[in-house]
């Protein structure tokens, strides 16, 4: 069957007109509940559904336009990469789905992340969020495309870039598809300014393996992972209607714990895959400790060593006092 997202692109081309300059942001985000295994690789579908809450104004700012010399151009943070280069390459593979063929419409993709480097947080989902509202923009795309279907796009470059085309809580729906055409993100239409998140960096240096890699080995290794899709779709529509009803009390345990179990299908792959590494846990049963005394604040981790918090407005001045180190986000200020 053929790739729904691949067919949309190919269907808005035919009215797209004389690539122009575009600049587009995405905020980055992190999944509440999360995704952690695909139903199919090639088309990044996940085998459960994932709800996340935006970065605000830590993201990507990326603009592509007509390059002026007949070549391909990619720059990161100012600085032009050559063509090879992990990033530009996958850049351009991506910027490939829009052009007739590879050597046509030579394009200049300039990036910039506003993630501060210390807070050891991936930027491809607002990467490449920004990077498809770029390109349509670049070719004139952005009145045929929606924003849903422009997320059904970004997912071939990065499954968590379908989430980043929203600022607040948007959950991704894994769909049932064979061709992907109804896997893709929309926003929960609720505003939530008490809510906070912060960003407690343990290392900030490249995984010893990538999140892809990792995903891969647990679910082919891991005897725990069979439970997995089924009690993580649960979770996903627990944790939607905890935030619906703006409940933290229920919201926060079903963060932290989903997160701990995606961690645990990992830990029982064989060999044991772990990104958390000994401050992980050092800062995790610092949290624990807090909380027997009153603090309410929880925790989840993707697949780095990271710790990021989960609290409300009042819990502010405590968490700072307790994690000093931490980087606070308002992400329902505006960006």
Known sequence: MSDAAKQLIGTAMTSASVPKPFAAYAPSNIALSKYWGKRDHAR??????????????????????????????????????ALDTPFAAKALRFADLFRTHAASAPLRIDTNNTIPTAAGLASSASGFAALTRAICGCFGLTETLSEAQMSLIARLGSG??????????????????????????????????????????????????????????TVVTSPLFNSWPDQAEADCAAIESAIKEQDFETLGPLVEANALAMHATMQAARPALTYLTSESWTLLERLWRARQDGLRAFATMDAGANIKLIFLKQAATDVMEIFPQAQMIDPFSKP
């Open 44 to 81: 990044n579908l996940p085998l459960n559904s994932s709800l996340s809450i935006s970065l605000a104004d830590w993201g990507s700012h990326t603009q592509v336009s007509p390059s002026d010399d007949g070549q391909d151009h990619v720059t990161l943070g100012g600085k032009e990469l």
């Open 160 to 217: 968590s870039a379908t989430r980043s085309f929203w600022h607040g809580f948007v959950r991704w729906d894994k769909g049932t598809r064979e061709d992907g055409a109804d896997s893709f993100a929309h926003p929960l239409d609720l505003n939530w300014p008490e809510f906070r998140i912060a960003i407690l960096p343990v290392d900030v240096g490249p995984k010893s393996q990538s999140s892809r890699d990792g995903m891969n080995h």
